[in-house]
Nanobody, 121 residues
Framework: VQLQASGGGLVQTGESLRLSCAAS????????RGWFRQAPGKEREFVAA????????VYADSVKGRFTITRDNAKNTVYLQMNSLKPEDTAVYYC???????????????WGQGTLVTVSS
């Protein structure tokens, strides 16, 4: 069972990136999926989550209106579209899967390895 995050990179303030998280080894079609991030020296924090059918989404206040989480169950993949990026968005971004839509990292059962996003000012 593996969650593979990709799409990170170095961008300038105001630019966009799209992260992907592909699952393999099992289907996560009936799992909620989430994105978390961890900046250097800080705790891993919630970014966004989406219910199993995409009908419900939740965002951290810090990214609301700028980030969009979507999913394609046929591809077993979840995406995070990040627009208007700011230096404070710089972090390693992790994808995760949980039985239900959750905001707390302790409630996620499966984790990807992370992809680094760096936003320069």
């Amino acid at each position: 069972v593996q969650l593979q995050a990709s799409g990170g990179g170095l961008v300038q303030t105001g630019e966009s990136l799209r992260l992907s998280c592909a699952a393999s080894g099992r289907t996560f079609s009936f799992y909620a999926r989430g994105w978390f991030r961890q900046a250097p020296g800080k705790e891993r924090e919630f970014v966004a989550a989406i219910s199993w059918n995409g009908g419900n989404t939740v965002y951290a206040d810090s990214v609301k209106g700028r980030f969009t989480i979507t999913r394609d169950n046929a591809k077993n993949t979840v995406y995070l579209q990040m627009n208007s990026l700011k230096p404070e968005d710089t972090a390693v971004y992790y994808c995760a899967a949980a039985v239900n839509l959750r905001l707390r990292r302790e409630e996620y059962d499966y984790w990807g390895q992370g992809t680094l996003v760096t936003v320069s000012s």
